[in-house]
């Protein structure tokens, strides 16, 4: 099958080509010589393979450097880079990010910021509320309008139409504030569509939508194109959800816009803990198959989480061996 990234190099040596034909013979050769050096390192596939950079490392270049030359990737996630959140890079940060994801011939498949990751004002506080190490994230409620019109501007230069929110922290009791967070949620996709951009709302364990039933009660609420599901199969066996095959079986297929894949296992002594990409709750293979067969095409990013191998580097390259694997069995890169 033809691969979006086969087609982006592809029209990528075209434009080497060009650049050729219209200045030094040398450095049009350069140029296409290294336009086929990132086609052959990327690996075709029916999904746009991603990797969320700092799970590998807060040092962007060499992230890049693994993605592309180790794991053969075309895409990549942005979060917290240089230790910093991605919302709070400045003009400098945000053009050298750009020089360096381009020097690789990469694509961002999304913005994955942090917005509407806090308390629900007015509501008790909690239990998992905003912590100062989420991410380089400490922002509040007030300045939420603030990170979503950052987040739009940092798609627009780094050249992606998906933003990834959350559905603030979790609540023993949303109902008194449900109507008013659906309201927000609303308010934000409408301002997304506006620009040609994509809220992909991911269900996160510790927030309000975090389960398979969760993520269908959200998608209903805020109807719009330009609000979708940030699928995370392992964030919902967070929950003890029967994620997959089961929650995903019950999901709108033409609402999810976004995959994160991680994996979860029940420890010992009861509930929930990461695990690594080839064990756990989650059958990938078959979760892969699954997209594929209901027309999913978008982005799967690996979100490690587990950190089983020591450090986040090598916890990483241990689950992308395993999500490589999980992906070739299901016929997909």
Request: neutral net charge.
């Amino acid at each position: 099958m033809a691969s979006d990234y086969s087609r982006r190099a592809f029209l990528t040596t075209l434009g080497a080509v060009a650049a050729a034909s219209s200045g030094s013979l040398a450095a049009g050769r350069s140029v296409i010589a290294a336009s086929i050096r990132s086609a052959a390192n990327a690996t075709p596939s029916a999904f746009k393979v991603s990797v969320l950079t700092d799970e590998i490392s807060q040092d962007l270049g060499h992230a890049l450097e693994v993605a592309t030359q180790e794991f053969g990737l075309g895409w990549v996630e942005l979060r917290e880079l240089w230790n910093k959140n991605i919302t709070r890079l400045d003009d400098k940060e945000i053009a050298e990010a750009k020089r360096l994801i381009e020097g690789r011939q990469l694509r961002v498949s999304a913005i994955a910021s942090p917005v509407f990751k806090v308390d629900w004002p007015g509501a008790p506080r909690s239990p998992f509320g905003s912590k100062d190490d989420s991410y380089k994230a400490d922002f509040v409620f007030a300045q939420q309008d603030e990170v979503l019109e950052r987040s739009f501007e940092l798609a627009r230069r780094l050249g992606t139409d998906h933003i990834r929110i959350f559905d603030f922290w979790r609540l023993d009791d949303p109902a008194p504030y449900r109507a008013a967070m659906d309201d927000k949620l609303r308010q934000a996709a409408d301002k997304a569509a506006k620009l040609g951009l994509v809220l992909v709302l991911e269900n996160e364990y510790a927030c309000n939508t975090a389960t398979s039933a969760e993520s269908i009660r959200t998608l209903d609420a805020v109807r719009s194109r330009a609000f979708k599901l940030n699928w995370d199969p392992g964030n919902a066996g967070m929950r003890g959800d029967a994620a997959f095959p089961d929650g995903y079986a019950r999901l709108p297929k033409d609402r999810i816009g976004h995959v994160h894949c991680k994996n979860v296992s029940r420890k010992a002594g009861g509930g929930f803990e990461w695990s690594e990409m080839g064990t756990g709750l989650i059958d990938w293979t078959a979760q892969f198959r699954a997209l594929l067969k209901d027309g999913y095409h978008g982005p799967v990013t690996l979100e490690t989480h587990w950190r089983g191998a020591g450090t986040p580097e090598a916890s990483t390259r241990v689950a992308w061996t395993s999500m490589k694997r999980q992906l070739q069995e299901a016929r997909a890169f």
